[in-house]
């Protein structure tokens, strides 16, 4: 297939785009760069030994999305992460993820439409589930559009168009796929998280402690109703995301599907911290603070759906994410900038 992958260049996106060229698709990334790094589509030619076209532009512009078809189609499919994905900042600025988060797919579909996608593919989240009492969450368990922010109700509302936009397009394979929490690089330390600023999540904070660049983990709460007190999440190794990406596509048929991303077992906090310790051979400083606002005890989900269907699981393991990314921390502690 030709795939037009947009957020491409970013943390995920390198990681699916690399995924596609070993399956043997071709890819073209449509990327703003307004999160990552041209070196990361460079990087992704550089482990695949293909030709990675980038097209630097924003994805929510028609005229942006013309052109990438214009200057690089036909496409097959179209395979959308394109996004802002800052949850604390989607708070502050509601209009900006709205807008941007869904105009991003309205100029997806509008061009790819019109121009004969046979497949569209969406990056959606885990938290769109909103009742513990489902957990491990299912596609069937209870979405909701009242969540705790702006960022993970756009994710909702994109899934909402997209079943609209199936249901009058018989022909059209649209899927969105439910990520729970991304984490490791790729083996070879080239493309990896990259997160601006000081990162939000668990993962990139503890290897910015490992590499000297922050002081001290800090621990949001070990007072959970969890076995030691700390939060529960599905840690997914983003190379087995990425693989889930190809499957889905290569498996797709017409209409409306869900699936969840994720690997079905729950990680603590601590456990996390203790299998980066081990990548990393030292012990981390960490201290306990107050739990964050808006965070839930436990959230994983149950990916019987995904291997029943496409044929897909997860088979890397919480210490295997831990390895890739402290290699690829460690190769590049200031990012993409160490290039
Ligand atoms: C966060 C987002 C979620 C998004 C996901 C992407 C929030 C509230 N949710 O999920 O919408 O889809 O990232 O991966 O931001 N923790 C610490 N110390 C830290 C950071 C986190 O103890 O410095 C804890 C958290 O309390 C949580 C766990 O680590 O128990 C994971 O946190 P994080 O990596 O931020 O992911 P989520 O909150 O699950």
């Known amino acids: 297939m030709r795939v037009l992958l947009a957020g491409g260049a970013g943390y995920i996106g390198a990681h699916v785009a690399v995924a596609l060229i070993e399956s043997g698709h071709e890819v073209v990334l449509l990327d703003d760069l307004s999160n990552t790094s041209a070196v990361a589509a460079e990087r992704v030619s550089v482990i695949t030994g293909a030709p990675v076209p980038l097209v630097v532009g924003d994805a929510s512009v028609d005229a942006v999305v013309e052109a990438a078809f214009d200057e690089h189609g036909p496409f097959d499919a179209i395979v959308h992460l394109a996004a802002y994905k800052a949850v604390g900042e989607s708070l502050q600025k509601p209009l900006d993820y709205y807008a941007n988060n869904l105009d991003t797919t309205f100029a997806l579909l509008r061009t790819g439409i019109a121009r004969g996608i046979r497949s569209f593919l969406f990056s959606s989240t885990g938290t769109v589930y909103s009742d513990p009492a489902d957990l491990p969450f299912t596609e069937e368990s209870t979405t909701s559009i009242d969540l705790s922010n702006a960022y993970s109700k756009s994710k909702r509302m994109n899934e909402v168009v997209l079943a609209d936009v199936a249901r009058v397009n018989p022909e059209l394979d649209v899927t969105v796929l439910r990520y729970f929490n991304p ?6 330390g080239l493309i990896g998280e990259d997160p601006s600023g000081i990162p939000n999540n668990l993962m990139p904070f503890v290897q910015r402690v490992a590499v000297g660049a922050l002081e001290e983990i800090g621990i949001f709460g070990d007072d959970y109703d969890t076995p030691d007190g700390t939060g529960l999440r599905d840690y997914i190794h983003v190379v087995d995301l990425a693989v889930g990406h190809v499957k889905a596509l290569e498996q797709g048929a017409p209409g409306y599907d869900v699936f969840n991303l994720g690997t079905g077992r729950p990680v603590s906090v601590r456990e996390l911290i203790a299998s980066f310790e081990k990548a990393v051979g030292r012990e981390l400083p960490s201290r306990v603070l107050p739990r964050r606002p808006g965070d839930v005890a436990a959230t994983y ?15 890397r393991t919480i210490d295997d994410a831990s390895r890739d990314a402290w290699n690829w921390q460690s190769k590049n502690p200031q990012g993409f900038q160490t290039a």
């Open 183 to 188: 984490v490791g690089a790729h083996e070879s």
């Open 301 to 315: 989900c149950d990916p019987a759906k995904a291997q029943r269907k496409l044929g897909w699981t997860a088979e």
